[in-house]
């Protein structure tokens, strides 16, 4: 049975939540293999409750920060996310939250007020300058709607005072130059991140 919610990666530790997406990207990572670097395997058996996290973090010692993001939309488990986060700021420590910025649809409720105080810094994947390019790659089950709330999402995280950073994968097709600009537009700066294959 895999339980591999925390995983290490670099300086940081990674929390894996859940395995669920609603989108299906063509560049993402699960379609390469089953973890990245050292993780060990990232395919979970049964999503974890967040004293299972708790727990995880603290067996692994020492970390410069926690990062959600796993094989799966950190967003799916936010109350989970938010009870772990409080955990991490106790102890002194930065959290990031790594999103496809659709949480508000997965939730069907605002859920910026709850990361607020609780995430340091919202990382959402934009991946594209148009609701039909970021639809061919990123096949959302929420189709065309999709681009337009990731978008507002990152508005309403930078409104709210979270350092906020939207990010490309460098890939065919992409106009980054288009992108950036679509992440000023929302008060973003843009990440350009490299294909992990």
Known sequence: MNVNFVYRYGDNLYVNLTNKCCNDCSFCIRRNGDGIGDS??????????????????????????????????????????????????????????????????????????????????????????????????CHSVFGLAAYDELLKFTRECVLAGITTVMTVVAVEGVDVEKCRKAAESVGAKLKVREYIA
């Open 40 to 137: 060990g395997d990232l395919w979970l058996s049964r999503e974890p409750d967040a004293q299972e996290v708790i727990n995880g973090i603290k067996s692994h010692g020492d970390y410069r920060e926690i990062v959600f993001c796993g094989y799966g939309e950190p967003t799916y488990k936010t109350d989970v996310m938010v009870e772990v986060a409080e955990f991490v700021h106790s102890c002194g420590k930065k959290t990031r939250l790594n999103t496809n910025g659709l949480g508000n649809l997965i939730n069907r409720r605002d859920i910026v007020p709850l990361l607020k105080g609780r995430i340091d810094t919202v990382s959402v994947s934009l991946n594209s300058d148009s609701a039909e390019g970021y639809d061919k790659m």
